[in-house]
């Protein structure tokens, strides 16, 4: 007590409390500072704190040209601030996620007819700025768009969406697009549109659609490999049946001369058995 406070708190003067009585003084005007860190010796330990403040100058009689005292209101805020400061790392990290992925953010207002989209949206949709939202839907294939109304008009009882439709550019060319998200609704349940992420899924769709071509045509080699050996099978029956046909001829004919060769032996024997005997 009586001493500077610079001699007091030496952390005053580290953490700029200092310069601003300074130059509270020295301006005769308030001071405001929001999110002030201060570290703060609590049990030994050193914490950081943060702090919102009001430093106001008192003057004992009016007309002085410096404060005599400085009052100083401090709040402390430390967990608002660390709130915010995990809210933003959060943020950082979904952008990252989104920025990896390639997915861009759609906000749509159904009633204004307005979209908020990022900047990777507008370049999934080949958009080189924000549009309307018809715009958005009328660069859907006309041939999807059903699909999109369909999933819309589901997510109205689920509350989330999920489809996948064809971009028609002016080129006509055409891209495929992934959207996903939910149904958003204003404090009274009202309907106003919708939050989702799109993607660009092109390269995923042609390589299912060629792996799927690639089955059908296996399938059909397959189909017809099976027609072949059932072919094969029928002309295999049909030759062993015209073998076991021949082979019963054939028998009966070999059969018809052994019959009369045994027919004679037995003559001759009867004839030579007479002529042995007389």
């Avoid at 409390?17 to 050193?46: C, E, H, W």
């Avoid at 660390?82 to 207002?109: M, N, P």
């Avoid at 296996?218 to 021949?246: H, P």
């Amino acid at each position: 007590i009586g001493q500077p406070i610079e001699q007091t708190l030496t952390e005053a003067k580290k953490q700029g409390l200092i310069s601003i009585l300074d130059n509270v003084r020295q301006t005769g005007k308030p001071y405001y500072v929001s999110n002030f860190p201060a570290v703060i010796l609590i049990n030994d330990v050193r914490e950081t704190k943060y702090f919102s403040l009001i430093f106001k100058p008192y003057f004992l009689k009016p007309g002085d040209k410096e404060p005599g005292a400085i009052f100083c209101v401090a709040h402390n805020i430390t967990e608002q601030v660390l709130t915010l400061q995990k809210l933003e790392e959060e943020k950082q990290r979904t952008s990252l996620a989104l920025e990896v992925g390639e997915l861009g953010l759609l906000t749509t207002d159904w009633k204004d007819n307005f979209v908020n989209a990022d900047k990777r949206a507008n370049e999934i949709f080949d958009f080189a700025h924000t549009h309307s939202l018809d715009d958005y839907i009328n660069r859907i294939h006309p041939e999807d768009r059903l699909e999109r109304k369909a999933a819309i008009k589901e997510a109205m009882g689920t509350g989330n969406f999920d489809f996948q439709v064809r971009l028609l550019f002016d080129d006509d060319s055409i891209r495929w697009m992934r959207a996903r998200g939910f149904i958003q609704k204003d404090i009274e349940g009202n309907v106003k549109g919708s939050f989702g992420i799109v993607q660009d899924i092109t390269s995923q769709k042609e390589f299912e659609l060629a792996l799927q071509k690639k089955v059908e045509e296996r399938t059909i080699e397959l189909e017809l490999a099976n027609k072949s050996l059932l072919q094969l099978n029928e002309d295999l029956a049909r030759s062993n049946t015209n073998l076991e046909e021949f082979t019963r001829a054939a028998s009966h004919d070999l059969k018809e001369p052994i019959r009369k060769v045994d027919f004679f032996v037995d003559r001759l024997k009867t004839s030579l058995e007479s002529k042995i005997n007389e």
